[in-house]
């Protein structure tokens, strides 16, 4: 009986595992169904990682090469190339089933489960773009990986659609290694990137960047021949007319992430179709008592630095869940007198993490993460209460979509608060006087 089982070896599993580690357990299994740890993080050999957690700059393998190295001063077992098929929760824990190639199919009982399965890229089918189905259609990620660990380059000369991080490094890392990046195509009004990637990827190698455009044909028969893009309206609809061709065989989609959950909904965890991810408690618990998710699987962030503190707080909880022997309890952890709070989005807010707060459980202050729905010059991010009074203020000089926000609500306010709360945002020349 292990006491905890780490479902993917990305950042999110390391931190999980550490920090329960540390925290005092003893018997912990990592189950990774790639042939090494570190995640998405093994392709990213970009810097920019680790600013916030460590004071440095570091490139991805780097970022995950210190807490692999970490990893390796506790007692942690790790099983690679192992795919974690199904978690069934039971009276007093869960088991979790797996196939690796050197174990074969194994089923290992676990007193709690931490999900750490990371998330996947949207693909053409999922956006459905018109045109026919050539090669050279590839997701950004897919073409990251090509490159900076396979050793392939995807095509010579490229169009990419999606401003997001990946689309945006891409653009980046495809001009280095000597491919044309003829433009950047991104159906939104403003990029999904973050500001830095924006600047350093695009402006600083003149690649342009299509503010409400997208692609509306590809073209080829074999392998991609041109990709048509066109203006779109404030209803995201291509305007008639407007349309560029651009000779290329090569398109790269960077059209968002899905957090992996399909193991999370086999298992019964409740998603929140905002996030697609785990509803989760402010200490990363699912709706399943035990069962601990945390990084993408929960929600996609943009700096891995928030992904390892969120999945600290996930190992820790996980570890105080089985030292205080609270799977002894049986599955019903709240009782009717369980003050809880709910956290909603209001205006300009698209979705708030953790969903939910047990303010009894919390020690010193809740972070809620968030996302806004639009760019955004100086702002104040307002906390109401269920009977709609301010109960805290935050300024910003900037908020962005492709930001990631957060905010700290203490403890001796959550005591105060009456009913639920809405996080929403205002931006100051709006406000009433
Ligand atoms: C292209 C790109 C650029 C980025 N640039 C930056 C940057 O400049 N700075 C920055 O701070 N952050 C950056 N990030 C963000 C950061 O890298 C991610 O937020 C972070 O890697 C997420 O960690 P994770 O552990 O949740 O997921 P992942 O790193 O995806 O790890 C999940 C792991 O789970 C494993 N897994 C999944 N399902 C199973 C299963 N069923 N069984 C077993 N194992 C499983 C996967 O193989 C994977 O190893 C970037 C991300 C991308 C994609």
Redesign the pocket.
Known sequence: MYELIV???????LAAACAAWEKGLRKILI????QELG???NQ?I?N??GLHHFKEELT?PEYAGRFIELLKQTGVEVRLD???LDVVPEESGASVHMVGKSAGYRIEQTRAVIL????RERTRGAIGIPGTRPAGVFTA?AA?RYVNMEGWMPGSRVVILGSG??GL?MARRMTLEGAKVLACVEVMPYSGGLNRNIVQCLHDYDIPLYLSHTVTDIRGKNRVEQVVVSKVDERRNPIPGTEMVFDCDTLLLSVGLIP?NE?SRQAGVEIDPRTNGPVVWQDMETSLPGVFAC???AHV?????F?TEESRRAGESAADYVQNRRWAEGKTVLTGDTRIIRIKNGDGVTYTLPQQIEPERVEKACTVAFRVNRICGPSRIVVTDGAGQRIAAFNRDRLAPGEMERIALPRVLLDRIVGDVTVSVAEKEAEPA
């Open positions: 479902i993917g070896g990305g950042p999110a599993g189950v990774e169904r790639d995640g998405i993080l990213c970009h920019g990682f991805g192992t795919m974690a750490a399965m990371g998330c990620g990251q991080d990946i490094i992996e193991l990084g993408n699987v962030h943009d700096l891995v630095d992904v």
